[in-house]
Nanobody, 120 residues
């Protein structure tokens, strides 16, 4: 059974930093494309950052480039999102996603989400 468990969320002041973790079980983070999404109140879920399986290539939404860093620890089977210089508009529920394309179709798994309010 696949599980993605996020942690590390919480209230942070503008300009502050936070590191989110996504601990995976039932799959290998070095095989799947691992991503962080976020959903702000009243808005659609959006892709924040991705790290590919084999090559470990990273991609970021323009809104977080230079501030957020996605990484993974294969030994711990965990993916991280380091968030620096946080802004109020970063306030959202952050979700971990694992995706693998098999036979031309994607298989996706989601975590339960962790809240990140950015406010003074």
């Amino acid at each position: 059974q696949v599980q993605l468990v996020e942690s590390g969320g919480g209230l942070v002041q503008p300009g502050g930093s936070l590191r989110l973790s996504c601990a995976a079980s039932g799959l290998s983070v070095s095989t799947y494309a691992m991503s962080w999404y976020r959903q702000a109140p009243g808005k659609e879920r959006e892709l924040v950052a991705t790290i590919t399986g084999a090559g470990g290539t990273t991609n970021y939404a323009d809104s977080v480039k230079g501030r957020f860093t996605i990484s993974r620890d294969n030994a711990k089977n965990t993916v991280y999102l380091q968030m620096n210089s946080l802004k109020p508009e970063d306030t959202a529920v952050y979700y971990c996603n694992a995706e693998l394309w098999i036979g031309g179709s994607p298989t996706d798994y989601w975590g339960q989400g962790t809240q990140v309010p950015v406010s003074s």
